[in-house]
């Protein structure tokens, strides 16, 4: 199973809401990752987890909040987004973090709308 | 900061014509890899290349690396329209052990 899945596939939310992206690998990948895509843009790093714990943060606003609650599941907690963080959130795993050549499986993604 | 340029950001072919597209780096990269975005998709995984001047193929696809693997280019023989989407190069910069995204090449086929 070389598959990543993401929930829900859309969601739409108010600046007041709060609301959670999940995202699932059953590869035995130890290394999960959370980007921000805008439209006619790379893929943009949020955060990077490495066997469970969070290794990476690029200095993402803490209205977004990830999770790692075991190997194969992250998180992505929103709370109080603004429009502006309308984007596509794709979910990537990788057997491990490193520059060792490690591929990356991306999952669908959820695109979100913040109104 | 991180940077890995990709050129062109865009382009127009007629089926059966060839496309390439260009990566490069001011810093070395430890390796290279591809990815292919259909619109509406996310990226796949297309291809890595790890040593200085490397080349790959995968059918019509050619993926070189540069012999200062500061550079890397992707190939198309005869596009198909199969081959419509956004290609990323992405490259781990020695030292960063997360990938760094080119802006990618946007490639459209008309039959």
């Known amino acids: 199973d070389t598959e990543v899945t993401q929930t829900p596939k859309h969601l739409v939310m108010g600046m007041t809401n709060k609301k959670s992206l999940k995202c699932e690998q059953h590869?035995?990948?130890?290394?999960m990752y959370w980007y921000k895509q805008k439209a006619k843009k790379p893929p943009e790093l949020m955060f990077v987890y490495s066997y469970e714990k969070l290794s990476i943060n690029e200095s993402v606003p803490s209205r977004f909040s990830p999770e790692c609650p075991n190997s194969s599941l992250l998180n992505l907690h929103l709370h109080a987004l603004q429009p502006e963080d309308s984007a596509l959130y794709l979910c990537?795993?990788?057997?491990?973090?490193?520059?060792?050549?490690?591929?990356?499986?991306f999952g669908p993604g959820t695109r979100l709308t913040v109104t | 900061g991180q940077q890995v340029m990709q050129i062109p950001q865009y382009q127009h072919v007629q089926e059966g014509e060839d496309f390439t597209t260009y990566c490069n780096s001011s810093t070395t990269l430890s390796n290279i890899q591809w990815y292919k975005q259909r619109p509406g998709g996310h990226p796949v995984f297309l291809i890595q290349?790890?040593?200085?001047?490397e080349v790959k193929k995968q059918k019509r696809l050619t993926f070189q690396f540069g012999e200062a693997k500061k550079n890397s280019s992707l190939h198309i023989t005869a596009t198909q329209t199969t081959d419509v989407g956004t290609y990323f190069c992405a490259g781990y910069k020695s030292g960063y052990s997360t990938l760094t995204f080119g802006k990618g090449t946007m490639l459209l086929v008309s039959p």
């Open positions: 590869m035995g990948h130890r290394a």
């Open positions: 990537a795993s990788s057997q491990a973090l490193g520059e060792g050549g490690n591929e990356q499986y």
């Open positions: 290349l790890v040593k200085s001047g």
